[in-house]
């Protein structure tokens, strides 16, 4: 059996715990879990406790994040870390580049050379924010022709939303197994370690690593107590511990930069765990779309999966935001998106299909292809789209053939010099909105200045 198929049989094994946010508990091992104390004097079966904190411990309860390990090896039995190349990872402040107020939008990433595994697959596109201060994001792709083999990877810096666009991943990490297939996303703690398998010869997707406050559910407000991602769709793995004693690489991401240190074990050697700092992972089709059923496109804040408040509310360090299939009714309305300018900054990638206000097909906006859209840049309906959509009959109208997401921040992104050049950035990404015609015809001169 090649290792392809048997981590997809791996992958079709799962089981998982549900509930985003909730205290979670697991056992490999009967008896493995205390119970009645998290650090007991001795615990179960010759392990060792570790606390694991994603929040400040001070933290309101409500925010605090952590999760105890009961793991074969303590984390701290290992030898010094020393820096390593960082490829083609880069992380903020990015000041290689200036920020650039033109709509930009590149094709997919080309294919990697052989033997590229998920982290060394790892291209920045941008960012913003300071990843030693704990704020903003950058925006990833990723493109992987082989395994995370005797490799582990895991980020100080940020969590992690990856977004399988091609390719499944089998994702190990010190609590358990995920498998995450396109039009899923899997999140990863700040910490959490990890390794990459892929389901397909190949992979590609994108990644938002969010350095601020973690992803939490968005408030519903007026829109009730149901509604968009329900929290129990999220999924929490179950224990699952690795006892290996080889070498293996564990690299790590501390303030923008990759250190290394060549472990005598794999450090994915958890035999139990309680806590709700954990990894999840989600499918978008389950989204609970909110949409009008008057008139009136809404804005596309009500499409908001996950957000990383920021220390204003409502103004979001970064929004996970995604277009699932949905149906279109409004009434004398034009149904794509609107003409706007936000405040906000709009990185969009396509996992699927076609996107309800930009054009597809060759030089367009295509599955494993992004876009970005910085603070005031007037963006909207290319005009092929405005044309049709004009014209349309407003009859009930589905929308399943795309799946479109958005990572949306307060800041400006920073294109990375890699990105401000790369032979996949598009030209011409302006000409999709020339021909936009005068269609003004005042009746009379009234009004006219």
Not at 221 to 241: M, T
């Amino acid at each position: 059996m090649s290792g392809i198929e048997q981590a997809r049989k791996t992958a079709e094994g799962l089981a998982y715990a549900t509930g985003f946010g909730n205290e979670q508990s697991s056992e490999a091992v009967p008896g493995a879990l205390p119970v009645g104390r998290n650090s007991p004097q001795r615990a179960p079966l010759g392990l060792y406790a570790e606390q694991l904190s994603g929040s400040a411990f001070t933290e309101p309860r409500a925010h605090n994040r952590r999760s105890w390990l009961y793991r074969i090896r303590p984390s701290a039995a290992h030898p010094p870390f020393t820096r390593t190349d960082n490829g083609t990872l880069r992380a903020a402040p990015f000041t290689e580049s200036v920020p650039d107020p033109n709509r930009l939008r590149w094709n997919p990433l080309p294919p990697p050379e052989p033997g590229t595994d998920f982290l060394a697959g790892l291209w920045t596109l941008g960012g913003n924010g300071d990843a030693a201060q704990r704020s903003g994001m950058a925006v990833h792709l990723y493109h992987a022709n082989s395994p995370m083999t005797d490799r582990v990877f895991s980020d100080s810096d940020g969590e992690l939303l990856i977004v399988p666009e091609h390719g499944g991943l089998l994702i190990h990490t010190e609590f358990g197994l995920l498998a995450a297939h396109p039009g899923e996303v899997a999140l990863i703690p700040r910490g959490v370690r990890f390794r990459v398998e892929l389901l397909a010869e190949t992979a590609r997707g994108y990644v938002c690593e969010n350095y601020g406050s973690p992803f939490v559910l968005p408030d519903l407000g007026p829109i009730g107590a149901n509604g968009l991602a329900n929290a129990r769709d999220f999924r929490a793995p179950v224990a699952a511990y690795e006892d290996v004693e080889r070498p293996t690489e564990v690299v790590n991401k501390f303030c923008g930069n990759l250190w290394t240190a060549t472990y005598d074990h794999s450090p994915l050697d958890v035999v139990a765990w309680h806590g709700n700092h954990l990894p999840y992972v989600y499918d978008l089709r389950r989204f609970n779309v909110i949409g009008t059923i008057s008139y009136d496109h809404p804005d596309p804040s009500i499409f908001t999966v996950l957000t990383s408040p920021s220390d204003t509310p409502g103004l979001a360090g970064v929004d996970f935001v995604v277009f699932a299939p949905r149906w279109l009714v409004g009434e004398n309305t034009f149904r794509p998106p609107y003409f706007h300018r936000n405040v906000m900054s709009e990185y969009m990638g396509l996992i699927e299909g076609a996107y309800d206000a930009k054009t597809a097909g060759k030089g367009g906006f295509v599955p494993g292809g992004g876009s970005l859209h910085n603070m005031m840049s007037a963006h909207g309906p290319d005009r092929e789209t405005f044309d049709r959509a004009s014209a349309a009959e407003l009859k009930p109208q589905r929308i399943d053939d795309g799946l479109a997401f958005m990572f949306e921040t307060r800041w400006p992104v920073t294109a990375t010099a890699q990105a401000a050049t790369a032979g996949h950035l598009q030209a011409g990404y302006d000409d999709v909105w020339q021909g936009l015609e005068r269609h003004f015809r005042p009746s009379s001169g009234l009004g006219r200045v």
